[in-house]
């Protein structure tokens, strides 16, 4: 007995489903004489009885008919893994996997989605809030493909690219004494009610040192882990704060005011991507597009608000 060849299997396939030799040697593409040949060998080969012949009619035996089955079995597998391998490369250029810390959940990232969703209208994105400290950890582990952070990250496995890195504001509320002010230095909120990131987080000890520099203890009369509930808290007259201006959310642009800090601190943000990326070229459209997004967001604000300076 020989192992049938791959161009007799067709054969076998094609004369079951054609029904006649001649449609058979029409779906290969060969003449009649080289299709009954085929049939044929196959059968000398494989030492069994494939077919009965009615004159000059071929017709399957039920021997012909299951080595048929098992054929078709075999080839509707290698089919259905040719379909996972298909279904594993769209998944592979065609979803994007994003943390963001909460600061940047907002109008940002719905900017960015949008720009980025019009460049790519059929990938699959799907956003994660989380902290820094969460996202840069699945970053690393490669459960993220990209990171919105404000936290450094030194994993040799993680390349990180700083971005909207902007002065510090202060943030008061409407009508505070302060809010009238061009600038006000770390002097000016000695004494003053502050609203406070949670502690040791990135910006909370950045906001300390700058104030120590000066002489000057924070009064914290809250503290929350978002920049969006310090805002708010701000604009309920709890007391004052200092943020990047990008997490001032939009609907409460008109409950605080921002005055400018002097000296400056500047402050920014991180998008990390694992230095393997799967889908590269989809992590850097959509790294574009936050960019982009940070400095329209930015922009918007300066227009709004002729306290700040670009």
């Known amino acids: 007995m020989r192992t049938p060849s791959?161009?007799?299997?067709?054969?076998?396939?094609?004369?079951?489903?054609?029904?006649?030799?001649?449609r058979a040697a029409d779906a290969l593409r060969i003449s009649q004489p080289a299709a009954s040949k085929l049939l044929i060998t196959l059968e000398m080969d494989t030492e069994l009885q494939l077919f009965e012949r009615d004159g000059r009619r071929l017709a399957l035996t039920p021997q012909g008919m299951r080595l048929y089955q098992e054929i078709d079995r075999v080839f509707a597998g290698v089919e259905q893994i040719a379909r996972a391998v298909d279904t594993i490369r769209q998944e592979e250029r065609g979803r994007l996997l994003v943390g963001v810390m909460p600061?940047?959940?907002?109008?940002?990232?719905?900017?960015?989605?949008?720009?980025?969703?019009?460049?790519?209208?059929?990938?699959?994105?799907?956003?994660?809030?989380?902290?820094?400290?969460?996202?840069?950890?699945w970053v690393n582990r490669r459960q993220l493909d990209v990171g919105i952070v404000s936290r450094n990250t030194d994993e040799a496995s993680v390349h990180a690219e700083h971005f909207s890195i902007q002065s510090l504001v202060c943030v008061v509320p409407v009508g505070h004494h302060l809010a009238g002010q061009e600038s006000v230095a770390p002097n000016?909120?000695?004494?003053?009610?502050?609203?406070?990131?949670?502690?040791?987080?990135?910006?909370?000890?950045?906001?300390?040192?700058l104030l120590e520099e000066h002489g000057v203890t924070l009064d914290v009369a809250l503290d929350a882990t978002t920049a969006k509930s310090v805002c708010e808290f701000v604009a309920e007259g709890f007391g004052i704060a200092v943020?990047?201006?990008?997490?001032?959310?939009?609907?409460?642009?008109?409950?605080?005011?921002?005055?400018?800090?002097?000296?400056?601190?500047?402050?920014?943000?991180?998008?990390?991507?694992?230095?393997?990326?799967?889908?590269?070229?989809?992590?850097?459209?959509?790294?574009?597009e936050v960019k982009k997004a940070a400095d329209e967001s930015l922009s918007a604000l300066l227009a709004a608000d002729g306290a700040l300076q670009p």
């Open 188 to 209: 000016d909120l000695k004494g003053q009610r502050f609203i406070a990131f949670s502690p040791n987080s990135v910006i909370r000890v950045q906001i300390e040192k």
């Open 103 to 137: 600061a940047l959940s907002g109008p940002l990232i719905r900017r960015a989605l949008t720009g980025f969703l019009a460049r790519h209208p059929d990938v699959y994105v799907s956003v994660i809030e989380r902290s820094s400290q969460f996202i840069s950890d």
């Open 243 to 288: 943020v990047h201006p990008l997490t001032i959310a939009e609907h409460l642009r008109d409950k605080v005011s921002i005055v400018q800090i002097k000296p400056s601190s500047p402050f920014g943000f991180q998008l990390c991507r694992p230095r393997e990326s799967r889908n590269s070229l989809l992590v850097d459209a959509f790294c574009e």
């Open 6 to 22: 791959l161009r007799q299997i067709e054969a076998l396939m094609a004369f079951v489903e054609a029904g006649t030799v001649s």
